[in-house]
Structure formats: structure tokens, C-alpha cells
């Protein structure tokens, strides 16, 4: 079958039922509370992806007198903040802990399909608001091991999120306004928290 072009101002039929040829209308007139979760969860994610990608090795190296795996008394040379050593593993670890939240990406994407996307996007966002404190003060104690284990753990509660994030969204509106439903909440959320981040 070929493409069929709809006027603007028309309706078409689908199954006895007649629907809007403009399916924005329809989806911000009809669920706007759906969009507005959208619009909250995508720019936690947002705000989180952009935390845990682009923050840490600013606040080991630059934010943190002295540099992150450095005695905290001592390791600076005399009248200024240049150290010793290299901080290359910084970024080695730190790759590392991306990778850690690429494979929970895919594992709970996988939990999600037999669980539920629903109850892991409910599990992931508790999981937030009770570890986020916890995990990001155990990233700035100047400790390796604190700051594998915080960051680390953040990894792992944002990928539930994004692992069960496309298909939730998906499931969430109706086949008629669903790309559009989800292009609203979704890019409006990206480009507030994501693009200002």
C-alpha cells in the first residue's frame, strides 16, 4: 500500500472511529497529565545522564583539593595546585563506570520485559530520590573506592531508568498520538534539563 496524504483540517476513519488529522491537538488535549510525568521523569534522566557522564572527572581532577586517590594533606607542590602524578586513571575509572551503567542499561531493559517497565521506572525513581544524596557525597569524599561505589552505584540506578524509559514511554499513550505524545515531553524535557545542563 502507498502513502496517504491527509489534509490538514480533516478527519480520517480508522475502524468506524474518526480521529483527528492532527494528532498534537489530540494528544496535549487528551493526556496531558501523561506528558507531564513524561516531561518530570525525562528530565530527571536527562539531568542524571548529564551528572554521571560529563561531572565526575571535572570533580576529581578540578573541583577537588587534592585530585581524587591524593592524601588529603600534602601531594601539591610548593605555591601551587600542580601534583605529582598523572590523573589518567581518573578517566580510566571513570570510563569504566560508564560502561558499569551501558550493561544495566541492557540488563533491567531486560528485567523490565518479564517485571514490568512501569514497576522498574516506580523502582528506579525511589531509588533516586533516596540514593541520590548518599551516592554523589560518597563521590566527593577524595576516597577511590567511595567514588567507584557512589558513581558506580548511580550507574546502576540510571540504567533502570534507561533501560525501561523507551518502552515505558511507548506504552504510555495510544497508537493514534503516540510519536507526537512523546516527542512533546520528551524534547521539551531534553532541552530544558539535557541542553542547560
Not at 488535549?29 to 560529563?54: K, N, Q, S, Y
Not at 523490565?112 to 522498574?120: A, P, Q, W
Not at 560518597?138 to 567507584?148: D, L
Amino acid at each position: 500500500d502507498g502513502v496517504r496524504l491527509v489534509e490538514p483540517n480533516a478527519a480520517q476513519e480508522q475502524g468506524g472511529k474518526t480521529s483527528e488529522a492532527v494528532p498534537f491537538l489530540r494528544g496535549v488535549r487528551d493526556h496531558p497529565v501523561e506528558i507531564g510525568i513524561m516531561f518530570m521523569v525525562v528530565g530527571c534522566f536527562a539531568v542524571g545522564v548529564w551528572v554521571l557522564t560529563a561531572f565526575p572527572p571535572s570533580l576529581y581532577q578540578d573541583l577537588m583539593v587534592p585530585p581524587l586517590g591524593y592524601p588529603r594533606q600534602g601531594g601539591r607542590r610548593e605555591g601551587g595546585a600542580t601534583y605529582d602524578h598523572s590523573t589518567e586513571y581518573i578517566w580510566v575509572i571513570h570510563t569504566l563506570l560508564c560502561c558499569v551503567q551501558v550493561c544495566a542499561i541492557a540488563f533491567f531493559g531486560w528485567l523490565g520485559d518479564f517485571v514490568g517497565n512501569t514497576r522498574m521506572m516506580a523502582l528506579a525513581c525511589l531509588l533516586i530520590v533516596i540514593g541520590a544524596v548518599p551516592c554523589l557525597s560518597a563521590m566527593g569524599q577524595g576516597s577511590i573506592a567511595a567514588a567507584v561505589l557512589g558513581q558506580g552505584s548511580m550507574n546502576c540506578i540510571m540504567g533502570i531508568l534507561g533501560g525501561n524509559l523507551p518502552t515505558w514511554m511507548v506504552k504510555t499513550f495510544p497508537v493514534e498520538v503516540r510519536f507526537t505524545a512523546i516527542a512533546v515531553g520528551y524534547n521539551a524535557a531534553q532541552a530544558l534539563f539535557g541542553g542547560t545542563a
